[in-house]
């Protein structure tokens, strides 16, 4: 039996891992978009270092891209067989898989009309159309947590809550292989305890090895205030007292519903006046928050009993989904203190850049990052508080406040994994593969794992394969 590191191997995004028993069956764990690999038309190559039409079985952990994006190349590049997951993320991903493709053809249009003709070949193409993607929907089947199935008679598979986003899990993996049993677990992205509206995630019980996210390995969050307590200052500093904008960059599936449901909380506890205007301008989290409402199961207790007293999650006074464009550019000219949640988190594309470049020259409005920025991004620069940035090839001076808050981080921080990992198993466990990490940050767990006296840890590099 042999486990191929494929992606997120000493690096963040890109997830896939393929396990091949002795027989040659192959399972694919994830097939995420890699955002640190930089691609061109010259170069380019295949994406995947296999054949796709030889993987019998993809178990997909939760819809984030950096989980799912790739998925429609496998499809179209020749996989046949059927990508297993839980229902809410078998929709979620459809949502955010049709994004992707809209995201990469209007940049491939953008930037060939940009180039000049004699460059324009080198221009990358889009990775794949809605037409992949509809070919990859149709292959979804989709299985309920915590319910085993088989896809035959020696290997089981049970998908188990991971508190990371709707319907994300946790993959456990039974093989037997001449009268022997090995088992598996693949966190996924794992969920901060209590978080918004998700469930707490589940450790693994019984299993051997253990392939384990660290991407917050040595780092610690530091706001102490529940969620409420966080947003309401913000909210009563810019809005009420200085009568200015706040503007979140929030990404549109998890991170907006969270920060949405929180801000209803405040209004019926009366912390917030009614008629404070709450924007949500994002089409990708317009048509991906309904999926909350469809899936109570799957909601935490806090989230449930609200429910029950109040009859929505998401919609209250003063909150309004602006959907098209028309309602989009109407904004630029509401002068009134409100909240504005808009994507990208990262700052990088979407509607969210013109509410940056609209207020960040504005002194009484606050620019509040939730959640982490990776170097180089927009939401990165205006962290390292330049007193001037670009903006859409334009120069702002930044007058705004310049705030970050990770109380809406859905990662655990350094304890938080290394809790999981110790109830997983610790040491019990055969092996751990430490995942899903910038090296400094898998290199501090596996310290933090060597002192708990867990010995048996791997932080395998992309590429890298181990024969059991």
């Keep these: 039996m042999k486990l191929h590191f494929l992606g997120a191997a000493r690096q963040v995004t890109g997830s896939m891992y393929l396990l091949e028993t002795a027989d040659k069956y192959r399972i694919l764990v994830d097939c995420g978009m890699d955002y640190e690999l930089k691609r061109n038309a010259v170069d380019q190559g295949p994406i995947f270092p296999f054949n796709p039409a030889d993987i019998d079985l993809v178990l997909l952990t939760h819809a984030h891209i950096d989980h799912s994006g790739n998925l429609p190349v496998l499809v179209k590049d020749g996989f046949k067989g059927q990508i297993v997951c839980t229902p809410a993320t078998a929709e979620l991903t459809a949502y955010l898989l049709y994004d992707s493709s809209h995201i990469q053809f209007s940049d491939y249009r953008k930037n060939l009309a940009n180039a000049r003709k004699t460059r324009r070949h080198l221009i990358p193409k889009p990775l794949y159309s809605e037409k992949n993607v509809s070919e990859t929907i149709d292959r979804f089947y989709t299985i309920h947590l915590n319910k085993a199935f088989q896809p035959r008679p020696d290997i089981e598979i049970t998908f188990q809550e991971a508190g990371h986003l709707l319907g994300a899990a946790g993959i456990k993996i039974s093989i037997l292989e001449n009268g022997k049993k090995q088992v598996f677990g693949f966190s996924g992205d794992i969920g901060r ?27 610690k969050h530091t706001i102490t205030k529940t969620a409420e307590d966080e947003l309401f200052d913000y909210i009563h500093d810019t809005c009420i007292k200085q009568r200015g904008r706040l503007v979140i960059p929030a990404f549109s599936v998890g991170r907006t519903q969270a920060i949405v449901f929180t801000i209803n909380q405040l209004k019926r506890a009366g912390k917030i006046p009614e008629h404070l205007k709450i924007f949500v301008d994002s089409p990708l989290a317009i048509k991906s928050t309904p999926v909350y409402e469809r899936h109570p199961e799957l909601l935490n207790e806090e989230a449930l009993s609200f429910k ?9 006074p003063g909150i309004e989904y602006l959907e098209n464009k028309d309602e989009h550019e109407a ?78 981080s859905s990662h655990p921080d350094h304890d938080e994994v290394l809790h999981f990992i110790k109830e997983s198993g610790g040491k019990n466990l055969k092996q751990v593969f430490l995942v899903h990490g910038e090296l400094p940050q898998l290199q501090a767990m596996e310290m933090a794992l060597h002192e708990e006296g867990i010995s048996h840890v791997t932080l395998p590099e992309h590429g890298q394969v181990i024969d059991f």
């Design 193 to 219: 305890l209590n978080s918004k509206l998700v469930k707490d995630g589940t450790p693994f019980s019984g299993i051997d090895y253990l392939i384990s996210e660290s991407t917050y390995g040595g780092r």
């Design 331 to 408: 904004l630029t000219y509401y002068f009134d203190p409100c909240v504005i949640i808009s994507a990208a988190g990262m700052v990088e594309g979407g509607r969210i850049q013109e509410h940056v470049m609209n207020n960040i020259e504005n002194p009484y409005s606050t620019i509040l990052i939730a959640g982490f920025c990776a170097e180089g991004t927009l939401g990165y620069r205006l962290l390292l508080g330049q007193p001037t940035i670009q903006i859409k090839k334009k120069d702002k001076r930044v007058y705004a406040r310049i705030a970050r808050t990770d109380v809406f």
């Design 308 to 316: 029950a007293n109040h009859g929505d999650l998401f919609n209250y």
